[in-house]
DNA sequence: TAAATTAGTTTATATTATAAACTATTTTAC
DNA sequence: GTAAAATAGTTTATAATATAAACTAATTTA
């Protein structure tokens, strides 16, 4: 009756940022970091996980001798993400 | 941007009972159990995490000499299903 | 040039989900 | 009639997870 949630992305964090990676060619650490709201310790963390999923890819670079990480959902993530959601609106329906 | 998911329901096997409970007018524990695919120890601990939340009231009486445990839904833990829904459709939107 | 800021990572901790082990009856099988 | 299995749970231990605190390293500001 009630299939598996992805325990990848049933995580505030971590679906938080796929909602955002989902709409945007790519993003920031330091974007993510501002619109979900998080510390920079726990966003690390959870882009990792994501990474290591292979949901989204982390490019890491340099703006000038800053430090810049950039962040963009794959084509498995898109379809995790897809899956997430339509296993979720069994459980939200009414 | 993102508000919080309440915690209390962003929890798979807590979702699924309260999917359950709002559909219906009451579920027995085994009901529960078996719906949700769950062992008796873990529905055991949800349910009472559910009902100290006041999002549901749990009935404990007998069927002749067996423990016959009955949940119910409250209009808070509705009033809490529905919102977190609400908040939800905010992050699985595109 | 000392203090604060930026952009992160690593590590420790607190919380959570989950199952294993347990209790107490009841039914089934011999 | 009694030993073994099943029912209906609860309690407790463990494994996983989320999260923030502490840290690194460079850069800007005062």
Same mark, same amino acid.
């Given at each position: 009756?009630?299939?598996? !949630? #992805?325990? &990848?992305?049933?995580?505030?964090?971590?679906?938080?940022?796929? +909602?955002?990676?989902?709409?945007?060619?790519?993003?920031?650490?330091?974007?993510?970091?501002?619109?979900?709201?998080?510390?920079?310790?726990?966003?690390?963390?959870? !882009? #990792?996980? &994501?990474?290591?999923?292979?949901?989204?890819?982390?490019?890491? +670079?340099?703006?000038?001798?800053?430090?810049?990480?950039?962040?963009?959902?794959?084509?498995?993530?898109?379809?995790?993400?897809?899956?997430?959601?339509?296993?979720?609106?069994?459980?939200?329906?009414?």
């Amino acid at each position: 009756m009630f299939k598996e !949630l #992805d325990p &990848l992305l049933h995580s505030q964090l971590r679906l938080a940022v796929m +909602s955002i990676l989902i709409s945007v060619e790519s993003a920031e650490f330091t974007v993510l970091k501002e619109k979900t709201n998080s510390t920079a310790g726990n966003l690390s963390v959870q !882009l #990792d996980k &994501l990474s290591e999923a292979g949901y989204i890819t982390i490019d890491k +670079s340099f703006k000038g001798k800053k430090p810049l990480t950039t962040c963009k959902v794959t084509n498995k993530g898109i379809n995790a993400f897809e899956e997430y959601v339509n296993t979720l609106k069994e459980y939200i329906k009414k």
